[in-house]
């Protein structure tokens, strides 16, 4: 393991002048260019709302089994809700955590048969009647962040010498999704420390925030894991594979993994993806010649086909991770190969 590369960037520099947004935009490219991640201080979050966010997450991991599995995913169509302790996969292998997913919470569409069957995504979210205020705290971290994404979308679209328009109109009817993670620790008879197994994000811009001082998340880059430290009061931040899609690959979504805490101890963890409508169909940027011509294309794997509609692509990373749900609601998806 050697040292981080991922880089720490102030977003308070976009408002120190015009050569320190400057500098801030130039940055913000070329560590998403080269890395794909970065921690973000600077982003003015309250931290009476960071210690909420926190106590609270705490707080819902605490109530008993049946509190918490009144709100089980595997009740929901829409894969929202409570994942227990192994309840998610990547790439077939278990993950060691318990978590809730939440949606923006919409009314279920009516389907029809030729309707895309990434709508089944779309509906309500579940939350647990022994602790009313989780929906609150997470709805006013849901504008916090929102506020920050956007900032984000435009200063990139600004260094790549793009319309930030492109971007933002498809924010529109944003498909926001969070996450409540909580790590315990890995007994030492475990055969795996596997927190989160390797993967890309599916949608545009992840904004994750981990409680103080924990460790654990790992970036590939050159052909090697690093380690992303801890640093006091930062979001980490990367792309997904639309924005790579996007870029044709001038931005690259980048795998990562999570490795699980020692036995005798946890890690909170509230990931935020910032996304488009299920239905939107990201365009080609049209970005600067310099950036058009370092584009790399996008990479495609075969067990992972980026596509440039939302809905699509994040269909097909609830299916793989949760696919008990699936096979109550959706069993078509299963053999659909989805």
């Known amino acids: 393991m050697t040292s981080s590369p991922v880089p720490v960037l102030d977003l308070a520099r976009l408002d120190a002048g015009d050569d320190a947004a400057e500098g801030f935009r130039n940055d913000l490219r070329r560590a998403t260019h080269e890395v794909g991640f970065f921690s973000l201080v600077g982003h003015g979050i309250p931290a ?11 707080a819902f991991f605490a109530l008993p089994e049946d509190a918490k599995l009144e709100i089980e995913n595997l009740r ?12 998610e996969l990547t790439k077939g292998r278990v993950d060691w955590r318990e978590q809730i997913d939440i949606g923006p919470g919409r009314i279920a569409p009516e389907r029809h048969p030729q309707d895309p069957a990434y709508l089944a995504l779309e509906g309500p979210n579940q939350w647990p009647s022994a602790l ?45 999704w969070l996450k409540i993670v909580r790590y315990p620790g890995v007994p030492d008879t475990a055969p795996s420390r596997q927190g989160v197994g390797s993967h890309k ?36 931040v990367n792309i997904g594979e639309l924005l790579e899609w996007a870029t044709d690959g001038y931005l690259r979504a980048t795998v990562h993994r999570v490795i ?21 169909q990201v365009p080609p940027l049209e970005i600067a010649p310099e950036y058009r011509a370092r584009a790399r294309g996008i990479e ?25 749900v699936a096979a109550i609601h959706h069993p078509e998806l299963l053999t659909a190969g989805t």
């Open 48 to 58: 009476d709302l960071q210690e909420r966010l926190l106590q609270t997450s705490r």
């Open 76 to 87: 929901s169509p829409h894969f929202h809700g409570y994942a227990r302790l192994g309840g």
């Open 132 to 176: 009313p205020q989780l929906r609150e705290v997470v709805e006013e971290w849901t504008q916090v962040l929102t506020v920050i994404a956007r900032r984000l979308l435009t200063a990139w679209a600004e260094s790549l010498g793009s319309d930030p328009a492109r971007l933002l109109d498809l924010f529109e009817d944003a498909a926001t």
């Open 201 to 236: 994000d599916p949608g545009m811009l992840t904004l994750l925030w981990i409680e103080p001082g924990a460790a654990g998340l790992q970036v590939e880059y050159e052909g090697a894991w690093h380690d992303i430290p801890p640093v006091d009061g930062a979001l980490i």
């Open 260 to 280: 699980a805490p020692e036995q005798g101890s946890e890690r909170i963890s509230v990931p935020f993806f910032f996304n488009p409508a299920l239905a939107a």
């Open 300 to 324: 495609q794997v075969s067990d992972n086909v980026i596509r440039g509609t939302y809905g699509e692509n994040l269909l097909k990373s609830r299916v793989r991770a949760h696919p008990d």
